[in-house]
């Protein structure tokens, strides 16, 4: 299992703290909201949106944090607004899968990278990414979402 190295990256972006259970509810219309504040500024997106999940415990029905990020190039312009904020991630170690089609079945692509992660003896950390690729609304056999677990 190959570990990679995310450099650092500039966002824009939203913490958002939510349960499974709720987190439709929760994100609000944020997704969309985040690349049209970010056009609006004059910011360049320069990746796909990138959702950070935080959590203390791996209690499936306890709260966490959820980081809602776009990646932008700034070009020196200054950015302001009263639900988003500009910030760097800082590199991210981590071990991944790629996962094509629809999101209802993105539960299976994480518990195959876990069983490898297994098999390998490699420990998650408490954070985890899903960078989305490909987001195809009228067709989710076309989603591409990148997992992303982070490890030491």
């Not at 609006?40 to 944090?65: I, R």
């Amino acid at each position: 299992m190959k570990r990679v190295t995310a450099p650092e990256m500039t966002v824009i972006s939203k913490d958002v703290r939510t349960t499974f259970k709720d987190l439709m509810k929760n994100i609000e219309d944020f997704p969309k909201q985040i690349v049209t504040e970010a056009v609006k500024a004059g910011l360049h997106p320069t990746g796909p949106q990138c959702w950070v999940y935080t959590w203390e415990s791996c209690d499936m029905e306890a709260e966490f944090n959820l980081k809602i990020c776009l990646p932008v190039a700034t070009f020196g312009k200054s950015f302001s607004s009263n639900k988003f904020k500009l910030e760097k991630l800082e590199k991210y170690n981590h071990v991944k899968k790629t996962h094509l089609g629809s999101w209802e079945k993105l539960m299976d692509s994480y518990e195959i990278l876990t069983e490898e992660m297994k098999a390998e003896n490699v420990t998650a950390e408490q954070s985890c990414r899903e960078l989305y690729i490909n987001c195809d609304f009228d067709n989710p056999a076309n989603n591409i979402t990148e997992i992303q677990f982070q490890v030491k």
